[in-house]
């Protein structure tokens, strides 16, 4: 019997590779002590020059610029890129999943992120060939929980709202999925999702 499901689509972050700012503050704590916590506590602050440029409302010389100005400017743009993304770890359980769902269904990734964090940080993993479409929020010009983000997936996937499944580790993220009438599973760790997948029978693994 055919699944009810013909698209699942992941979230990146949190999900397929968790991240940790920790990384880019001790390095620039290195530099000056105190210095990325100075920096964290911008960003923090100032949230939405992130997700402007997550939205690609903003370039992104303008962000480094922006963020170099924070530092004081102790290092150039482009080591800036580089610990800025050197942040992502590789979940290898849930990235060990990929290749089985592939086999039955069309995968898609759905990321709220920015294109130094593409270029300098995950773009290398080699997962990635294993989804059918990346679809990225400063390409989209959206980002989750806006519904148009969502809409790219399913005209760039042409099924029915009801066929797609969202993995995503932020709630808010999925039960926006869901208002569309997709499902969506609110990603805990590896165990769980595979519980949910067994439920819904598009996996069936022991764990």
């Not at 086999?103 to 992120?113: A, D, I, P, Q, R």
């Not at 869901?178 to 029978?201: A, C, M, P, Q, T």
Request: proline share 2%; with cysteine.
């Amino acid at each position: 019997m055919k699944s009810k499901y013909s698209a699942i689509i992941f979230d990146l972050g949190n999900v397929l590779i968790p991240f940790d700012y920790n990384f880019f503050i001790e390095k620039i704590n290195g530099i000056e002590h105190g210095l990325g916590n100075k920096f964290i506590e911008y960003y923090k602050s100032n949230y939405s020059i992130h997700r402007d440029f997550e939205r690609g409302f903003i370039t992104q010389e303008e962000f480094v610029n922006k963020m170099l100005d924070v530092i004081d400017n102790r290092i150039n743009a482009n080591t800036f890129c580089k610990y800025y993304a050197d942040i992502f770890r590789v979940d290898e359980e849930v990235a060990s999943l990929l290749p089985i769902l592939k086999k039955k269904y069309e995968l898609y990734l759905l990321s709220n992120t920015d294109s130094i964090h593409q270029k300098y940080g995950w773009q290398k993993y080699d997962f990635l060939k294993h989804f059918d479409k990346l679809i990225l929020s400063h390409e989209v010009g959206a980002v989750k929980p806006e519904k148009r983000i969502y809409l790219a997936v399913e005209e760039t996937s042409g099924y029915p709202s009801e066929e797609h499944i969202f993995i995503d580790d932020v709630e808010e993220y999925v039960n926006a999925a869901k208002s569309l009438g997709w499902d969506g599973i609110h990603f805990k760790g590896y165990n769980s999702l595979v519980e949910e997948l067994n439920l819904r029978k598009i996996l069936s693994i022991n764990i």
